[in-house]
Nanobody
């Protein structure tokens, strides 16, 4: 079984910063992509950004220049550093990972964390 466990959410004032972490555990051969989504009340879940195992990142336009995604491949962990937070960043943030579990199988599956609440007050 594979688990993604997130941490680091909370309440912060506008303009502040938060850092989210997400660690993957279980039988894992490789993790080609790790990333973050978010879902605000009444809205669809949206991509925040993601990062390949080689370090290539991709961000939603709404967070470019404010958020930074990094990962520690040795720890199967991805981070989301959020700076200059705005009230519209308030959402539940979900970690996701495309995971290949077996060396002898090219099959990979998507896994999700349980979500962590980020609330930005004005």
């Amino acid at each position: 079984q594979v688990q993604l466990v997130e941490s680091g959410g909370g309440l912060v004032q506008a303009g502040g910063s938060l850092r989210l972490s997400c660690a993957a555990s279980g039988i894992i051969f490789s993790i080609p992509i790790m990333g973050w989504y978010r879902q605000a009340p009444g809205k669809q879940r949206e991509l925040v950004g993601d990062i390949t195992s080689g370090g290539t990142t991709n961000y939603a336009d709404s967070v470019k220049g404010r958020f930074n995604i990094s990962r520690d491949n040795a720890k199967n962990t991805v981070y989301l550093q959020m700076n200059s937070l705005k009230p519209e960043d308030t959402a539940v943030y979900y970690c996701t990972a495309e995971i290949r579990r077996r060396r002898w199988s090219a099959v990979s599956s998507d896994y999700w964390g349980q979500g962590t609440q980020v609330t930005v007050s004005s």
